[in-house]
């Protein structure tokens, strides 16, 4: 070797003779040497653990299935997007045009569940219900103030078990002309009791305005007598 300035030195290994061979491993000793080398925890320290190991499978499945997808849907990527997004605008429409899914009834279908009481007893619970803005129970109490009120002024026979919706029917039959409103009166009853829904201070507003009105309504004698008899 020449060093700077001109020197020299020389370096002598001593070669391999015939009597003294390279030193070797066998095989196995050789593997299980580096594995216990490579099981030491200064060599793991910054591996991801279980769960970002699971993330990591999620999103190279995902992208294998957008991958295939892509290339199974006309136009490639872009298509496969444009095909998602008909498909959330249709989910959206049907929402909006057919609202929540209901829930099934959880609670008897009987109009009355409790101890009789009067229609003045019924429109006082709907108002205390409506002045804490508690508007499921408002419309609730207050379909029950419109039944009991047409029991007890003899325009509905008093019948144990019977729904709203049988109520509105056998008033609509007496009182033809407020049939419409008694079947939407029965339905927004089971909207909020059996249906899921949320009522709000216009439901309970047009339940009370219809109580109103039936009070001043006089049916025609036939009609009375003709809803009495059925």
Known sequence: MIRPGGATHTVLLRPFTDDEPPVTIPRDPAREAAERELSD?????NDPNLLERA???LWEWIGDLFSAASGAAPGGALGLVVIVIVVLLLVAALWW??????RSPTTSPHLFDDRPRSAAEHRASAEAH?????????VQEQMRAIVRSLEERALLDERPGRTADEAAADAGR????HAPQ??????????????GRTADESAYARLADLDRDLER???????AAQGAAE
């Open 97 to 102: 045009r057919l609202g929540a899914p209901r």
């Open 130 to 138: 409506a002045a804490a803005q508690r508007w499921n129970q408002a």
């Open 55 to 57: 993330l990591d499978r």
């Open 217 to 223: 309504t006089r049916p025609a004698l036939g009609a």
């Open 174 to 177: 007496t009182l033809p002309d």
């Open 182 to 195: 008694l079947v939407d009166a029965a339905r927004s009853f089971d909207d909020v009791t059996y249906g």
């Open 41 to 45: 925890p200064r060599y793991h320290q």
